[in-house]
């Protein structure tokens, strides 16, 4: 038998068993208890702690996803290729709320993020990013609680894990990210005395459309404009950066 | 490989991003049911019902017109100045307030289908010469016909026409239990799952019992509240994310509100509620935690007690959903007072000296198991049940002693027309 | 991407070491594989309404992921992920066989029906319906139930052939034909003939490996029910999105 075609039905049981396991019930139910005994009771509830366990299938769905042109584009062999790295920076603005018009409540912040991108000499570029986004602060005054009255700050910020992909023509691109936010929230209360902080996975997206100008040489600067939906829990963000992009290598 | 090709690949993976998006923010894209009223309220120049007046309208009805919302008969309940009329067909009730005029009575509220987001507005009459000249000097009437029209979506309007047949049978101790304090969210109620106000809903919705969630804050309150994270099914308020049992109460009181703007309750001021403002004879507290439940039963006694004090008919038990509190609860003999409900076996129930025994509906009728229960003095109480069909078998063929269902009005339906 | 997988149950076993040792290979292999990939003339489809020729059969063996709405199972498991088999027969006169066997320990659904297609240039057409049968039962603690029903799916579907990918996009109408489910030793039978919903699906065909092709599917089902589902034993009437993930070999 071929070698290749060896490889490729090793492979191919490969990734379904990978699959497989993770879909199982249960699977990322707590410490000690077995699915099935879980199962009567909460049918088959998991811990949002372990949200990624439970959700990996997801990831090994987006590789799949991302497979498809990445393999196309592999054919191209006379293409060049770049890895390149942008950092970014801007101001961003809750687009939803409920406390707005609360004097105390803002809902601007300043995002600070890291993209990594894999180029080929094509449309289609894909690639990671990541970033800091506060989404809003609010301080609520004289709260009665059962240690005394007090003042209470909290503030809800998010740290996107997203995958993207970006098609790009004379220099203007337009991206879509789909992955992960941390998203949380934390208080801070003089009469209970510690800051806190509490957070969970949520799944989200990315839209994105910018400009850039390439000097010569590795540099280029760009602009952007970001939509930020973090969709499980209805949060949504605008947010215009400016970017620095240097290009690590191409081959 | 062409370009063409790669574009329309990069066209499909983009988009195929996009829809699975679309999906997911479309879990918020949900139901509702607004019942906004009649504008020319006929009820503002009415004078209020007396008892007398309710407890002679209260009873069986056949429909004579608007057989296709309701069916062939119905239920109409009086609980405190509400009018509840009970029906099979579509899953369908109607909450309604009433009032006399000179010579006729007013009934104005709304209908809903139960299972979906159909409603409306509804308006019925009982006419002079049709029981309305008897009802208001307080003599027994000869006949009582409610007449009237319900609307949907303020347009297309139907005639209703219901005829007394007969009162309603006494209620012998069955437990119409509303599941969350009255319902889930999902059901589109006019207030939130395990609120202080749909507590207060739950016997206009046909319910005499309820049962609520307890979980912990961070300070070991207990609050009412169903899931494991704060989120956008249940409440609204940004700075929520991720486990209750993150949060002071401070906060939970604070920064949040339940869905429908109410504030998340603590396990004292739903038990307060339920014996001053209710008539509800059993409370089910799903507790979610051996550490609630540690912090729960006291609560509970103490106001088991101040029930007593009142002369309220009122059981508050705490649930043994899970073998964990079960164990916890069986072993603390401080807790041995306590009225519990055991889900787990019928050994478990006698082990644990159980006052109800709750086993999923899912297991059937059980029917010696549930005569057993019954032989020793305990209740049995079946749970969650939904469905429509089973509601009715369960009802006319089960020995239960009462059903947790989302659907109290269906309950309370089938359980009054029963043997009549 | 790689340590997102790094999160796992408190409760380390061999099984999930060997499972992420697999899966850090499998994410080793996938883009190698993806390099080494070329393109075969002899091409297959499921999916893909052109007819096939009379007596063939092409066949796909992978998984379907469905995502049920939380309105209706809330906090409880929102996946049920299925193995998934479908094969189409073909028959003289552009007519084929359809089957599609998905199956899970507790949910169940196998379905028969026929197609007729028509092609025109690099597009085709296809008609046809489906009938299926689906099989649910729960027997461990706290259960004691077992559901059965018909359904029934007429469908349209289009496709474009680019060469080296089929896209097709089908349209479904979901017709429960009757229902029927036992608790203990009661049981309901509900004979309704009704309209649960409409389903849009969207699926690619295209090379995997050498002379393999692989199936990536969404389909997108609106409506009031959905087998998958049925142990929530959930009785909204309303329509909601219940969407499905397949993927697939095409063997």
Redesign the interface.
């Known amino acids: 038998m071929n070698i290749?075609?060896k490889?490729?039905k090793i492979?191919?049981y490969?990734?379904?068993?990978?699959?497989?396991?993770?879909?199982r019930?249960?699977?990322?139910?707590?410490?000690?208890q077995t699915p099935?005994?879980r199962?009567?009771?909460?049918?088959?509830?998991?811990n949002e702690k372990?949200w990624?366990?439970r959700h990996?299938?997801y990831?090994l769905?987006l590789?799949?996803?991302i497979?498809?042109p990445?393999?196309?584009l592999?054919l191209d062999k006379d293409s060049d290729y770049t890895l390149s790295t942008e950092i970014f920076a801007g101001w961003s603005y809750k687009l939803n709320s409920e406390l707005a018009g609360e004097p105390s409540y803002s809902r601007s912040g300043l995002p600070v993020g890291l993209r990594i991108m894999w180029e080929p000499d094509n449309l289609l570029r894909v690639g990671?990013e990541s970033a800091y986004l506060k989404l809003s602060s609010f301080e609520k005054q004289g709260i009665e609680t059962k240690y005394g009255t007090t003042n209470a700050k909290a503030s809800l910020n998010a740290v996107p894990?997203l995958?993207i992909f970006s098609m790009n023509k004379w220099n203007f691109d337009i991206s879509t990210g789909l992955g992960v936010y941390y998203l949380y929230a934390t208080f801070d209360a003089k009469l209970i005395n510690s800051v806190q902080q509490s957070g969970e996975w949520d799944m989200g997206f990315l839209l994105s459309i910018g400009y850039t100008y390439p000097f010569d040489g590795p540099f280029s600067v760009g602009a952007n404009l970001k939509y930020y939906s973090i969709s499980e829990r209805q949060e949504y963000l605008i947010s215009p950066q400016i970017s620095l992009k240097y290009n690590v290598f191409t081959w | 490989?062409?370009n063409l090709?790669i574009l329309?690949?990069s066209l499909?993976v983009l988009s195929?991003i996009l829809?699975?998006s679309i999906?997911l923010s479309?879990?918020k894209g949900?139901?509702s049911v607004n019942i906004t009223g009649f504008a020319d309220s006929q009820l503002k120049n009415t004078t209020s019902l007396n008892g007398f007046i309710k407890k002679k309208i209260s009873g069986l009805y056949k429909v004579r017109t608007g057989k296709k919302m309701f069916g062939d008969t119905v239920v109409v309940k009086w609980s405190g100045t509400t009018m509840s009329v009970f029906a099979r067909r579509n899953?369908a009730y109607m909450v309604l307030k009433g009032g006399s005029l000179d010579s006729s009575l007013v009934f104005e509220g709304y209908w809903r289908?139960a299972?979906?987001?159909r409603s409306g507005n509804i308006r019925l009459h009982i006419a002079y010469m049709e029981g309305a000249k008897e009802l208001l000097q307080e003599l027994p009437p000869g006949k009582v016909i409610l007449s009237g029209f319900a609307n949907e979506d303020g347009t297309s309007r139907s005639s209703i026409s219901l005829e007394y047949i007969k009162p309603l049978k006494v209620n012998d101790g069955f437990y119409i239990v509303a599941h969350r304090g009255g319902g889930?969210n999902?059901?589109l109620l006019p207030y939130s799952e395990n609120s202080l106000e749909i507590i207060q809903y739950a016997e206009i919705l046909g319910a005499n019992a309820i049962e609520i969630d307890i979980r912990l804050t961070k300070d070991k309150e207990p609050i009412l509240y169903?899931?494991?994270n704060f989120n956008t099914?249940l409440i609204k308020g940004e700075y929520m994310v991720g486990p209750v049992e993150n949060y002071y109460l401070y906060q939970v009181k604070n920064f949040c509100t339940l869905k429908k703007g109410e504030i998340i309750p603590t396990l004292s001021e739903a038990l307060e509620v339920v014996i001053k403002k209710t008539n509800i004879k059993f409370v089910w507290l799903d507790i979610k935690s051996v550490e609630a439940a540690r912090i729960s039963i006291p609560v509970m006694n103490n106001y088991m007690k101040m029930a007593n004090q009142r002369g309220r008919d009122l059981v508050i038990l705490v649930g043994m959903p899970t073998r964990e509190i079960f164990d916890f609860i069986v072993s603390g003999s401080e807790y041995e007072t306590a009225l519990k409900l055991c889900e787990l076996s019928i050994d478990d129930v006698r082990k644990s000296n159980s006052k109800v025994w709750a086993?999923?509906?899912?297991?059937?009728?059980?029917t010696n198991q549930v005569e057993a229960m019954q032989s020793e003095g305990r209740k049995t109480v079946v749970w969650t049940l939904?469905?429509?069909?089973?509601i009715r078998?369960f009802i006319n063929?089960?020995k239960f002693d009462g059903i947790l269902t989302n659907?109290p009005t269906l309950v309370a339906y089938e359980y009054y027309i029963k043997d009549q | 991407?790689v340590s997102?997988?790094k999160?796992?149950?408190?409760?380390i076993n061999e099984?999930i070491l060997l499972?992420k040792f697999?899966?850090y290979?499998?994410?080793l292999?996938?883009?190698l594989?993806?390099?080494?990939?070329n393109l075969s003339a002899q091409r297959e489809f499921v999916y893909f309404p052109k007819a096939i020729p009379a007596w063939d059969i092409s066949h796909t063996a992978?998984?379907s992921?469905a995502?049920l709405?939380?309105?209706?199972?809330?906090?409880?498991?929102r996946?049920v992920?299925v193995?998934d088999y479908q094969l189409r027969l073909g028959l003289p006169y552009n007519f084929s066989i359809n089957t599609r066997v998905s199956a899970v320990?507790i949910a169940n659904q196998a379905s028969i029906g026929l197609q007729w297609s028509y092609s025109y240039d690099d597009f085709s057409f296809s008609i046809g319906d489906n009938t299926a049968y689906w099989y649910g039962f729960?027997d461990?603690?706290?259960?004691?139930?077992v559901a059965t029903g018909w359904m029934n799916y007429p469908f349209i579907s289009i496709g474009a052939d680019?060469?080296?990918?089929y896209?097709t996009i089908k349209a479904e109408m979901l017709i429960i034909t009757n229902q029927n489910?036992s608790?203990?030793?009661?049981s309901?039978y509900?004979q309704r003939n009704k309209m649960a919903g409409y389903a849009v699906s969207?699926a690619?065909e295209?090379p995997?490996?050498?002379d393999?092709d692989f199936l990536?599917a969404?389909r997108?089902n609106y409506a009031t029910f959905m087998y998958q589902s049925w142990?929530?034993?959930?009785?909204?009437?309303?329509k909601r999105?219940f969407?499905e993930?397949i993927?697939g070999?095409i063997l």
């Open positions: 290749t075609l490889i490729n492979y191919k490969l990734l379904l068993f990978i699959l497989i396991p993770k879909f019930f249960g699977n990322a139910c707590s410490a000690g099935m005994n199962f009567p009771r909460r049918m088959f509830s998991c372990q990624l366990t990996n299938k990831f769905l590789i799949l996803i497979s498809n990445l393999y196309l592999c990671i894990i995958l | 490989m062409s090709n329309f690949l499909i195929s829809f699975s999906i479309s879990c949900d139901y899953e289908f299972q979906s987001d889930r999902s059901d169903h899931d494991d099914r086993p999923r509906w899912t297991l059937g009728y059980l939904d469905e429509p069909g089973f078998k063929e089960s659907y | 991407m997102l997988f999160i796992e149950p408190i409760k099984n499972n697999i899966k290979i499998a994410l292999i996938l883009p594989s993806l390099l080494m990939q992978g998984i992921l995502i709405p939380r309105a209706i199972v809330e906090e409880e498991i996946q992920p193995l320990y729960a461990i603690d706290g259960f004691d139930i680019l060469e080296e990918v896209l489910t608790v203990g030793e009661t309901l509900n969207f690619i295209q995997f490996w050498k393999n990536l969404v997108l142990l929530a034993v959930s009785t909204s009437d309303n999105m969407p993930f993927i070999f």
